[in-house]
């Protein structure tokens, strides 16, 4: 026994001082946790210098990194996984979404008053708090009520609250004053001023009436866009994302996350997808070529473009008319000869073309622009299609010989279950969210959200990736589930796919010695074979370049 603990000691020796000649510099060593490496899930702890990972050392050969650390952080069994990438979403409106107040199920007029008066709280005096969902149909009485108490409750911001349906809004004397709605306001054609036995308007518009008022919500300002990045930063973080891609960032948008990372104060790692249809952005941009900034948290080096529409809306274009609107295909966005143009400049500036494309002839569209303009095999420029939802078959192998990025959304798939056949047909259906017949036909894939149009939560990702179920489990076995992927799949499609697509393989995805200590530390395993584990589980630490950005329970 002696003799072998001994033997022991002198290998765990031997390991440490192959590992590092010197003794080891460690800011933070990370004890305790089921690491999945690109080898596997194994217990290792992690040692962080610098931003980066220096070494994964077996636990009871760290002894001397234990000694070194600055900071020991006991993760107790938890699962770290490579620090996760949101690889479609939309930063600036998911901020602008946050700070919507949600109504939807406000029980009553006092309970949309109350709401709305803590948001009012967080914004600066003057600024228009914007809310939504309510429904007085809910509320006692199913009246429409008006706005003496929210006015009362909130006496220094214009408000605007919309109704579940969006035909009607609700406002406060603030709001009445900014539009200038008083008694001797005529109705205006097609909408209502409603009024009280007096004639006095009571802060609720109806139809063309809340026109009055949507009009003068002005565009957001510096300071807006900041509030919403660091509101939206938050949550990110909190969902464990320690980078984002921004699927079309304005100019007024880079200059505010050019100053929050020359501040230090960006909450993740940004990767920029300039908005293709600003010609003022992309003179200013391209020319200066690819950007990544110097501590890696803010890179340029994408455009974003839109070829059509949302399939919902029934605006994603297809080859062949809508199977619930025979006489529709969808709309083309943006015209072929502007894709073209954009993706020519971008291309030949070195930029990452991405290009919205739904619909199959969307796709198909933007498949043979790629093949024409930048050349097989992607020409090292990794272009994207993002959302590719719908892909005829000859479409599927394209990707992989054009080195074509999918970028899809998992989440998609389970939200428009319940209408997506209507729309497309016993035949097409087949075609889409067809996220396992890209794989197998060698293209590579990257997963997000379009937040805000879905949650941004992975764990709905990777659910809905895993088992194309809604979280209740609709359909028990998954709407056409030979499309599904696996876990680890799943994972990869937020970890090392999505480095990929920003070009940051070789330092960010996974957990690798010498690659940034980005880590998205969950308390239960994702890629678990039981699939109910996936929404049951938590984030316990978000981890960027070493740094916590987000802790549960701490506060941070
Ligand atoms: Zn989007």
């Given at each position: 026994?002696?003799?072998?603990?001994?033997?022991?000691?002198?290998?765990?020796?031997?390991?440490?001082?192959?590992?590092?000649?010197?003794a080891?510099?460690?800011?933070?060593?990370?004890?305790?946790?089921?690491?999945?490496?690109?080898?596997?899930?194994?217990?290792?702890?992690?040692?962080?210098?610098?931003?980066?990972?220096?070494?994964?050392?077996?636990?009871?050969?760290?002894?001397?990194?234990?000694k070194?650390?600055?900071?020991?952080?006991?993760?107790?069994?938890?699962?770290?996984?490579?620090?996760?990438t949101?690889?479609?979403?939309?930063?600036?409106?998911?901020?602008?979404?946050?700070?919507q107040?949600?109504?939807?199920?406000?029980?009553?007029?006092?309970?949309?008053?109350?709401?709305?008066r803590?948001?009012?709280?967080?914004?600066?005096p003057?600024?228009?708090?914007?809310?939504?969902?309510?429904?007085?149909?809910?509320?006692?009485?199913?009246?429409?009520?008006?706005?003496?108490?929210?006015?009362?409750?909130?006496?220094?911001?214009?408000?605007l609250?919309?109704?579940?349906?969006?035909?009607?809004?609700?406002?406060?004397?603030?709001?009445?004053?900014?539009?200038?709605?008083?008694?001797?306001?005529?109705?205006?054609?097609?909408?209502?001023?409603?009024?009280?036995?007096?004639?006095?308007?009571?802060g609720?518009?109806?139809?063309?009436?809340?026109?009055?008022l949507?009009?003068?919500?002005?565009?957001?300002?510096?300071?807006?866009?900041?509030?919403?990045?660091?509101?939206?930063?938050?949550?990110?973080?909190?969902?464990?994302?320690?980078?984002?891609?921004?699927?079309?960032?304005?100019?007024?948008?880079?200059?505010v996350?050019?100053?929050?990372?020359?501040?230090?104060?960006?909450?993740l790692?940004?990767?920029?997808?300039?908005?293709?249809?600003?010609?003022?952005?992309?003179?200013?941009?391209?020319?200066?070529?690819?950007?990544?900034?110097?501590?890696?948290?803010l890179?340029?080096?994408?455009?974003?473009?839109?070829?059509?529409?949302?399939?919902?809306?029934?605006?994603?274009?297809?080859?062949?008319?809508?199977?619930?609107?025979?006489?529709?295909?969808?709309?083309?966005?943006?015209?072929?000869?502007?894709?073209?143009?954009?993706?020519?400049r971008?291309?030949?500036?070195?930029?990452?073309p991405?290009?919205?494309?739904?619909?199959?002839?969307?796709?198909?569209?933007?498949?043979?622009?790629?093949?024409?303009?930048?050349?097989?095999?992607?020409?090292?420029?990794?272009?994207?299609?993002?959302?590719?939802q719908?892909?005829?078959?000859?479409?599927?192998?394209?990707?992989?010989?054009?080195?074509?990025?999918?970028?899809?959304?998992?989440?998609?798939?389970?939200?428009?279950?319940?209408?997506?056949?209507?729309?497309?047909?016993?035949?097409?259906i087949a075609?889409?969210?067809?996220?396992?017949?890209?794989?197998?036909?060698?293209?590579?894939?990257?997963?997000?959200?379009?937040?805000?149009?879905?949650?941004?939560?992975?764990?709905?990702?990777?659910?809905?990736?895993?088992?194309?179920?809604?979280?209740?489990g609709?359909?028990?076995?998954?709407?056409?589930?030979?499309?599904?992927?696996?876990?680890?799949e799943?994972?990869?499609?937020?970890?090392?796919?999505?480095?990929?697509?920003?070009?940051?393989?070789?330092?960010?995805?996974?957990?690798?010695?010498?690659?940034?200590?980005?880590?998205?530390?969950?308390?239960?395993?994702?890629?678990?074979?039981?699939?109910?584990?996936?929404?049951?589980?938590?984030?316990?630490?978000?981890?960027?370049?070493?740094?916590?950005?987000?802790a549960?329970?701490?506060?941070?």
């Amino acid at each position: 026994m002696r003799v072998l603990r001994l033997l022991m000691t002198v290998s765990a020796v031997a390991l440490l001082s192959v590992a590092c000649a010197h003794a080891p510099r460690c800011d933070r060593l990370f004890v305790g946790g089921i690491v999945h490496t690109p080898g596997g899930a194994q217990r290792l702890e992690v040692a962080v210098e610098g931003g980066k990972i220096v070494a994964l050392v077996p636990p009871g050969e760290a002894g001397a990194w234990r000694k070194a650390a600055k900071q020991v952080v006991d993760v107790s069994a938890a699962h770290v996984y490579p620090g996760f990438t949101e690889s479609h979403g939309h930063l600036v409106g998911y901020g602008a979404s946050l700070e919507q107040v949600d109504l939807r199920d406000a029980a009553s007029f006092a309970e949309v008053v109350e709401r709305v008066r803590k948001a009012a709280a967080t914004v600066p005096p003057g600024a228009w708090v914007m809310g939504r969902g309510w429904d007085q149909n809910l509320w006692p009485g199913k009246a429409f009520p008006d706005d003496a108490a929210l006015s009362a409750a909130v006496p220094d911001h214009p408000v605007l609250l919309r109704r579940v349906d969006g035909h009607a809004v609700i406002t406060n004397a603030r709001g009445l004053a900014a539009a200038g709605i008083t008694s001797a306001t005529p109705d205006p054609p097609g909408g209502r001023i409603i009024r009280d036995a007096s004639g006095e308007p009571t802060g609720v518009l109806v139809d063309t009436a809340a026109d009055l008022l949507a009009g003068l919500v002005p565009e957001p300002s510096a300071a807006d866009i900041e509030r919403r990045v660091l509101l939206a930063g938050r949550h990110l973080t909190a969902f464990g994302f320690t980078e984002f891609h921004d699927a079309g960032t304005t100019a007024p948008e880079l200059a505010v996350l050019r100053r929050l990372e020359a501040e230090g104060r960006l909450p993740l790692r940004i990767y920029v997808m300039l908005l293709g249809s600003e010609d003022a952005l992309l003179d200013a941009e391209l020319p200066a070529g690819p950007r990544v900034s110097p501590d890696g948290m803010l890179t340029v080096r994408a455009v974003k473009l839109f070829a059509d529409g949302a399939l919902g809306s029934r605006g994603a274009l297809l080859a062949q008319p809508y199977s619930d609107d025979p006489g529709n295909r969808g709309l083309e966005v943006t015209s072929e000869s502007r894709l073209v143009e954009v993706i020519r400049r971008a291309a030949s500036a070195g930029f990452q073309p991405c290009v919205h494309a739904i619909g199959d002839a969307a796709v198909t569209r933007v498949l043979d622009i790629y093949e024409r303009e930048v050349g097989p095999g992607g020409r090292g420029l990794r272009p994207r299609i993002e959302h590719a939802q719908i892909v005829r078959p000859p479409d599927v192998p394209r990707f992989a010989a054009l080195g074509v990025i999918a970028s899809v959304q998992t989440s998609h798939c389970i939200a428009d279950m319940p209408w997506a056949p209507a729309r497309l047909g016993a035949e097409r259906i087949a075609w889409a969210y067809r996220w396992r017949s890209l794989l197998a036909a060698g293209a590579r894939l990257c997963l997000g959200s379009d937040v805000p149009v879905e949650s941004p939560d992975p764990r709905l990702g990777v659910w809905a990736a895993v088992t194309r179920r809604t979280p209740e489990g609709t359909p028990p076995g998954g709407w056409n589930p030979a499309e599904a992927l696996t876990p680890a799949e799943a994972l990869a499609g937020y970890t090392s796919w999505a480095a990929y697509a920003g070009f940051e393989e070789n330092r960010r995805g996974a957990i690798a010695v010498g690659y940034a200590a980005d880590l998205t530390i969950f308390d239960r395993d994702l890629t678990s074979d039981d699939a109910a584990e996936i929404l049951q589980a938590h984030v316990v630490r978000t981890v960027i370049a070493g740094r916590d950005v987000f802790a549960a329970g701490s506060g941070t």
